[in-house]
């Protein structure tokens, strides 16, 4: 059976539960977050190279955010599906949008503190451990958590570790070798376009990636207050869409020049090629897992690219400090944002 939910069906279970409209708030608020966080990851080399100046960068990543979110959507819902279905918040409705309201406070926490530290950690993993730590809250044990879905999170996190640093190393590699006797100015000038176009690529498969994401966790909520237990023909409707793209968007334009920094100008010193080449790898690699169905890490991805692509010079090239960082951002983002989720839905249970 399929759903298909009207914008205005929406606005009426909203008047009619409370608990809906502070889940789709927080929700709404995670989205912003994420494009305000997250989103800069997929511009940070294009401006770290001078290709583009950093607002211009800002207004082209939040376009392409937004159609990233609806084109992909509409093409292809994979990764909204396999997030709706990773844990499960089954019972009292009641008492399971609660449970999803703590997830979204507990991830909007976590998501704040790395950028006011100007680490670039991932909201996707912060999103899946808060809504895991809030279902086993809620549940009283990991039953709440799907396995099978939980599985694609784990090769998603090999993908973005392994195949990210292959195919930054490999893709920089081959352009280093075809442009070995080419005319350095005349290059710098191709790149420059290249990096780019490269940057609205990465900015487009973000928004596919991660809107994706929420779109999910939107669709959860939807089906919790209404007790719908099969949502195997689920739509997501297209107001939604673009609900999702336009809040994202807003959130890039507001800025996040500490990330920039910290993934495109202190991690690795780039050129132009060099740039280019850790855009279309990561790229590649993800939108291969989004149409695969596999929600994967942007920032991983698009981190682990660029030392990938730094690694073809040397591996000292790698500022290994900055790396350090990240890596310990990321193995905290699964146990932190996962027990803050825990506390919060106990929390919360208790309040509401």
Not at 124 to 143: C, D, E, K, V
Not at 245 to 264: D, F, L, P, Y
Request: hydrophobic letters at 55%; a neutral charge.
């Amino acid at each position: 059976m399929g759903y298909d939910i009207s914008f205005a069906f929406f606005l009426e279970q909203l008047g009619n539960h409370p608990e809906l409209l502070v889940s789709v708030l927080l929700t709404l608020g995670v989205i912003f977050v994420n494009g305000w966080t997250d989103a800069p990851n997929a511009i940070a080399t294009c401006v770290s190279t001078r290709c583009i100046n950093v607002n211009k960068a800002i207004v082209m990543a939040a376009v392409c955010n937004f159609l990233g979110v609806i084109v992909m959507t509409m093409v292809n819902a994979k990764v909204a599906m396999t997030i709706k279905n990773m844990v499960n918040f089954g019972g009292d409705n009641h008492d399971a949008l609660i449970a999803l309201c703590a997830a979204m406070a507990a991830i909007v926490l976590w998501a704040v503190g790395a950028w006011y530290f100007g680490i670039p950690t991932s909201e996707s993993h912060a999103l899946i451990a808060g809504l895991t730590g809030a279902a086993i809250a809620l549940q009283g044990n990991i039953s709440g958590v799907n396995g099978s879905e939980w599985l694609k999170v784990v090769y998603g996190l090999v993908i973005s570790t392994v195949i990210g640093f292959a195919m930054g190393y490999v893709v920089c590699k081959i352009i280093s070798v075809a442009c070995a006797g080419a005319d350095r100015d005349k290059a710098n000038t191709f790149f420059t376009g290249g990096q780019v176009a490269g940057g609205a690529a990465m900015a487009f498969v973000h928004g596919a990636q991660d809107g994706q994401k929420f779109l999910g966790v939107l669709l959860l909520g939807f089906f919790l207050v209404n007790g719908i237990d099969d949502t195997s023909g689920a739509v997501i409707p297209i107001w939604m869409m673009i609900l999702c793209s336009v809040i994202m968007g807003v959130g890039t334009s507001i800025g996040g020049k500490k990330i920039i920094k910290s993934v495109g100008m202190d991690m690795v010193k780039l050129e132009k090629y060099q740039g280019f080449s850790a855009d279309i790898a990561a790229s590649i690699c993800i939108f291969v897992s989004t149409i695969s169905g596999i929600p994967v890490s942007t920032t991983h991805v698009k981190t682990t690219s660029i030392m990938g692509v730094g690694a073809v010079k040397r591996m000292s090239a790698i500022n290994y400090k900055v790396v350090k960082e990240m890596v310990l951002a990321w193995a905290l983002t699964f146990p932190g944002c996962g027990l803050i989720g825990f506390i919060m839905a106990k929390l919360f249970l208790i309040i509401f």
